[in-house]
DNA sequence: TTAAGGCCTTGATCAAGATCAATAGGCTGG
DNA sequence: CCAGCCTATTGATCTTGATCAAGGCCTTAA
C-alpha cells in the first residue's frame, strides 16, 4: 500500500494504469485527484476462462482493462442467455452487494483492473463524485439492458444479427475514430454460440443469417471473426429501428 | 415552499405522503430527517393515459404512490416491448437526464408523488445518503432487467406466464404479509396486451397459456383479472427457474 | 332493449426458428 | 503427416408461437 495519489487526464495514460481515463477511471471525474493505485492490482484471464459464477461471494470489484467478457445466467436444463457484454472501461461487480447475481466469463483474453470490494466501497463513502459517476454508468447499463429487451421480445433473427453488428462496428468505429457512415472494417470478438447466447437463438440461426446478410451483399466476411460493412445505413435498416441501440454492459 | 423537514419511520405514514415509508421516500434511509415536502407536489392518471413519452423533456421525477404504470419502447412499425412495470414505490424519470428513454403509461388508475427535477438534483448533491440509496435502487433495477432478459430470450411462452404470475404473486403476498407458501389469491392488473407486451409474446398466446395453466388446476382464474394459486410450488416449478425472477422495475 | 366497442377466448393454418444430422475447415499435439 | 477436437456451415424436418378469423361476454350508451 504505497498510497500515492495521481492525475487523471482526459486523454493521456495515467499514471497507475495502462490505460485512457475512461477506461480504468470510469470513476472519476476527469482532472480529479485520487487516491486509488494503493488498492489496486490487475490479473488477466485467457479466453473462456470463468471470471466469476452466480452466486459466488465476491471479495473484489474491478474494471475491464482489455478484452471482451461476457455476463450471462444459465438455467437449471443448460438454457443460457447472456444479459450483458463487457468492454474496456466497463465495471465487474457491485458496490454494496455480497454476491455476484450472473456469470461472468471471458471472450477473450481479459485484464481486469481489481479493487478490494471493502476499500473501494470505503473509498466511494469518502468521495461522492465518485458515488455520482457510478449511479451514471449503472443508470446508462440499465437503459442499455432495456433497449436489449426490446431486441429480445420483439426483433427477428435477422434484426438482432444486424442489430449486434451494427453495435459491434459502431463500437471499433468510437475507438478508432473514424466516421461510422462509410466502409467500415471490425471484428467481432464472439464465437457464434456467444452471439446466439447474446440474442436468444440458436448457432445455426446465427450462422444462416450471417450467410444470408453475406449473400446480399449487406456485409462481407474477411473471415469469421472479421466483417466488412460496406454501407453502414443498409445495415441499421437491416436492424428493425433507427436507434443507436447502445448495448454495452 | 414550506420547507419544513419531516421524520421517516419503517412502517408509520409519514407526515407529507400518504403511503408507507419505502413508497415516496426510497430515497431516504429509515428514521432520516429530509426537507422533501417543499418541492413535493402529486398527480394522478387515468389507467391507460400517458404519463410520458420516449424522448419527451421532462422538468419533473417522482414515485410512484399507488398504481400501476408500464415502461415500453416501440419499433417503427409498432411492435411493442415493456421494458419494466412500475410499482408503488418505484422510481419515474432519470436525475440528470434530459429525455425519457420510454414511454410510461398507466396501467391502472396511477397516482405519482412528483418532484421538480432541479430542485430534486440539488437535494441529491446536498445529500450523499440519498445517493447512496439511488445507486442502490438502479442496481436492484438492473438485476431485474437482466433476469427479465433471460426470461425474454430463453422461456417459453409457458415459462414466461408463469414467472409472470409467479412474480404479481409474490408482490401481492408481499404487501399483504401473508407466506406465499400455501394458496394464495392476487390480482393481475394488466389486460392481456400489456402481459403479451411485457412477456414478448401475442394476446393470443397468453390467453391461450393461461387457460391452459387453469385446466392444469395450477391457477384457478376467479375472473379476468383475479387469480388463485392453490399451490404456490407447482406454479413456480413451471416458470423454469428456481430463482424468484424478482422483476418489479 | 338493443347496438357498439373493448377485451378475451378458441380454432385453423402458417412460418420462423429450433432441432437433428451431416460435413467441412482450422488448430493443436503426437 | 494425420488424428482429434472445436467451430462453423448447410440441409431436412419438426415445433412453437404467430397470424388470420370467428365468436362470446361485459360494459356503456342510445
Redesign the interface.
Known sequence: MTGSTFKIDQNVRCSACPIRHRAVCAYCEPDEVVQLDAIKSYRTFAAGDTIAMAGDETSKIGSIVSGVAT?S?T???G???M??LLLPSDFVG????RET??DVVAATETTLCLFQKRQFEALIAST?SL??R???M??D???S??????L????TAREKIASLLAIMARRDAALSKATPMDGIRFSLPLTREAMADY??LTIETVSRQISKLKKERIIVLEDARHIRVPDFISLLNEA???SDGGFIA
Open positions: 455476463l445466467r438455467l437449471p436444463d438454457r443460457r442467455q444479459v450483458g457491485r458496490p454494496g452487494r447475481p450472473f461522492p458515488e455520482r457510478l449511479l451514471d449503472t443508470l447499463e440499465l437503459d439492458a432495456r433497449e436489449w429487451m426490446l429480445l421480445g420483439r426483433k440474442l436468444g428493425g429501428d433507427d
